[in-house]
C-alpha cells in the first residue's frame, strides 16, 4: 500500500553553495512528561508537561528544500535486517532507524527504545546503537550539509538518510576526538547496512559514492561547509542567534557545551555516606572521580550505573552537579512540608528528603513518569506522597499550605542540550512563548499554596531569558514577593572545578501575616 505525500530534493550539485542541508522536520519535542531520562546517563531530563512543537513557519525559519510530490512507499522503521547483533551495520541500521523517527518528532530516548525493542537487541547491540544515534544527533547539521553537497536530491526514505549521516558521524568526529572504527570498516558496514533493508537496497551503491567521495574530498568539503553556521555550530539557525543575542559574549561557548558528550555526575547521599568516604570506595574499585560541588562527584568514565559501587543500596544517585543546587537553596529544616511540582524522574525530590526529614509531597501531570519517583525513593529508602495533578491546577491539592515549593518548571530544555542532542530540532522558536505561559499558570497557582513567610524555588533548564529572568522579575512584581540569593543563570560549563549544564535559579520569600 502507498501513500502520497511530499518528498524533499536538493539543489543540484552545481548549485551546492547556495543549497542547504535537509532539516529534520519534527512535529513535536521532547518532554519531562514524555521523555524521562535520557542521554548516555540518566541524570538529564527535559521539564514537565511540554506541549508538542508546531511546524516550523515562515517566521521560525525559511524551508531550505524544495517539495516535490511522487508517489512513496511508508518506511519500514520495525523491519529487524539479518545481520549480526554484534555488527556494526546492525548498530547503524538501528541507529538509522531512531533517527528517522526523531525526525517524526519523537524524543531520542523514546525512539531507541522503539528501535531496542523492534530489533531484539543485545545489551551490546543498544550500547552501540545508543552511541551512534547521539554522535549523530550532535553532528545533524554538519552530517546533513555534506549530503546536500554530495547529493542531488535528499536521500528517501528518512532511514536511508539516517543512515548516511550515522556514517558520516563516524568518518567526521569532532575537532581533537579520534575517530571510533576504521574508515574502510565504516563504509564496508554502511554498505552493508544498506543492502540489508528491502526501503533502500538498491541505494547500497550511492551510499558506499558518498562515503568514499566524502574520504577522497574529506578537506575542500569541510572547508565548504564549515562556513555555513547550521554545519559550524550544529543548531538551527534560530536558536544560534538566540544565544548570540542573549549571551553576546559568551554565545560560541555557549554552544559548543551543548555539543560536548556530558559527564556521569554522582550526588552522594550523605544520609548514609561522606563524600571523602566515597571517593575511597570508588578509588578502591578501580574508578576515576574528581569533585565538582559540594556532595557532587564527576566520574572521569561514565559506565552503566549498574557498575557504580553502592548505587542499587541508595549510595549515591546520578544527578548533574547544577541540579544538586536545589535543596540547599530551599533551607530545609526537619518537620517541614515541601512541594515538589513536575517532580519526575524524582532526583530532587530525593535530594530533598536526603537533607532533612520533611513531609513531601512529589507531584507531576505524568502518572507513568511518577513510578519513576517511587523507584527512586525505594531505592534511596525514603517516602513522599505521591501525586498526579497539574501543577497549574489545584484540584489535587488539600488546602494546606506548604513551607517549601520547588517549582521545577517546564522549559524548552536548551539548558541541557549537551544531555539531549534531539532538542534543538524538535524544537521551535515559537515553543518559548508557549511554554513560558504555562510555566507563569504554574508559578501564580503554587503561590497561593505557600504559607506566609514561607519560601517558593524556580528553577528552569532553560537559556533563553524569557523562560528564566524575565519570568523571575514578572513574577516578583505580580505578587510583591521578595527575592532572596539565588544563583540565576548558570550557563552551561565544564572544568577542573566544576562541570554542569545550563539552569536558572530564583528563591522568593512570601510576605508574613
Request: include cysteine; proline fraction near 7%; charge should be positive.
Amino acid at each position: 500500500m502507498t501513500e502520497k505525500r511530499p518528498t524533499l530534493t536538493l539543489k543540484p550539485k552545481a548549485a551546492a553553495k547556495s543549497a542547504g542541508p535537509a532539516r529534520p522536520q519534527a512535529k513535536g519535542g521532547p518532554g519531562k512528561s514524555a521523555g524521562g531520562p535520557r542521554g548516555p546517563s540518566p541524570q538529564g531530563r527535559p521539564s514537565a508537561a511540554i506541549p508538542q512543537a508546531k511546524a516550523p513557519s515562515a517566521v521560525d525559519e525559511a524551508p531550505r528544500l524544495r517539495q516535490s510530490h511522487e508517489v512513496v512507499v511508508p518506511a519500514q522503521l520495525d523491519f529487524r535486517p539479518d545481520l549480526k547483533t554484534d555488527s556494526l551495520a546492525f548498530a547503524l541500521l538501528g541507529a538509522a532507524s531512531t533517527l528517522a523517527r526523531v525526525r517524526t518528532g519523537t524524543a531520542l530516548p523514546q525512539a531507541l527504545a522503539e528501535v531496542f525493542q523492534a530489533y531484539g537487541a543485545t545489551p551490546q547491540a543498544r550500547g552501540a546503537m545508543q552511541d551512534i544515534a547521539y554522535r549523530s544527533m550532535r553532528q545533524l547539521g554538519r552530517s546533513e550539509t555534506l549530503l546536500g553537497m554530495m547529493t542531488s536530491k535528499a536521500p528517501e526514505p528518512a532511514m536511508l538518510a539516517g543512515l548516511l549521516c550515522a556514517a558520516l558521524a563516524l568518518l567526521d568526529p569532532p575537532e581533537g576526538k579520534q575517530a571510533p572504527y576504521e574508515a574502510f570498516t565504516v563504509v564496508d558496514q554502511a554498505v552493508g547496512a544498506a543492502a540489508s533493508h528491502p526501503d533502500f537496497a538498491h541505494a547500497k551503491a550511492m551510499v558506499n559514492a558518498v562515503l568514499r567521495r566524502f574520504l577522497r574530498e574529506r578537506e575542500a568539503l569541510l572547508n565548504t561547509v564549515l562556513a555555513q553556521p547550521l554545519a559550524r555550530w550544529n543548531y538551527p539557525q534560530w536558536w544560534i542567534d538566540a544565544v548570540r543575542t542573549a549571551y553576546p559574549q559568551q554565545w560560541q561557548d555557549v554552544l559548543q557545551a551543548g555539543n560536548r558528550q556530558p559527564p556521569l555526575t554522582l550526588r552522594v547521599n550523605q544520609r548514609k555516606t561522606s563524600v571523602d568516604d566515597y571517593l575511597q570506595t570508588l578509588a578502591a574499585a578501580g574508578i576515576e572521580a574528581s569533585r565538582v560541588g559540594p556532595g557532587a562527584l564527576r566520574l572521569a568514565q561514565a559506565m552503566n550505573v549498574a557498575q557504580i559501587p553502592g548505587f542499587e543500596q541508595g549510595l549515591v544517585s546520578v544527578q548533574d552537579a547544577g541540579a544538586q543546587l536545589a535543596a540547599p537553596l530551599l533551607d530545609l529544616r526537619d518537620g517541614m512540608r515541601v512541594l515538589d511540582a513536575c517532580a519526575a524522574p524524582g532526583g530532587k525530590s530525593g535530594h530533598i528528603l536526603e537533607t532533612a526529614d520533611v513531609k513531601l509531597t512529589a507531584l507531576d501531570v505524568d502518572g507513568r513518569r511518577l513510578a519513576r519517583v517511587d523507584q527512586n525513593l525505594q531505592r534511596l529508602g525514603l517516602q513522599a506522597t505521591v501525586k498526579t495533578g497539574a501543577a497549574e491546577n489545584a484540584d489535587w491539592w488539600d488546602g494546606v499550605h506548604y513551607d517549601r515549593i520547588l517549582a521545577d518548571v517546564p522549559c524548552t530544555a536548551s539548558g541541557i542540550v549537551r544531555r539531549h542532542p534531539d532538542i534543538r530540532w524538535l524544537r521551535r522558536k515559537s515553543d518559548t512563548h508557549q511554554l513560558a505561559t504555562l510555566s507563569t499558570k504554574i508559578l501564580d497557582n503554587l503561590w497561593q499554596m505557600l504559607r506566609p513567610d514561607g519560601k517558593l524555588l524556580f528553577v528552569t533548564c532553560s537559556l533563553w531569558p524569557q523562560e528564566s529572568e524575565a519570568q523571575a522579575a514578572a513574577f516578583a512584581a505580580r505578587h510583591d514577593a521578595v527575592r532572596l540569593d539565588a544563583p540565576g543563570q548558570l550557563l552551561p560549563t565544564s572544568g577542573a572545578g566544576q562541570d554542569h549544564d545550563g539552569l536558572f535559579y530564583a528563591l522568593f520569600q512570601k510576605a508574613g501575616a
